[in-house]
């Protein structure tokens, strides 16, 4: 089996393509992804938000502290 998957912007040009496949005995599914692109366009516009609104730091502590503490637990044999 082989799949193609093709977008358009043109419902008119939709319609052309599913009459081809009916004729061919082509199976077609037609997919409306107009919905999930607005979800999707608001989803990136509030990560683009909280991106630049930063991050408070300031509590996650020394992080050489953190390292240095998490190191401790390994086992490095470089003889």
């Not at 004729?23 to 516009?45: G, H, P, T």
């Not at 909280?50 to 509590?59: L, P, T, Y």
């Not at 637990?73 to 470089?78: E, G, L, P, V």
Request: charged fraction near 25%.
């Amino acid at each position: 089996m082989t799949r193609i998957i093709l977008e358009s912007k043109n419902y008119n040009d939709v319609l052309l393509i599913k009459e081809l496949a009916n004729r061919l005995n082509i199976k077609i599914a037609i997919q409306d992804l107009s919905e999930q692109s607005k979800n999707i366009d608001q989803l990136s516009v509030n990560a683009d938000k909280i991106i630049a609104k930063g991050v408070d730091i300031s509590n996650f502590g020394d992080p050489t502290v953190w390292q240095s503490e998490v190191r401790q637990s390994r086992n490095f044999n470089f003889d």
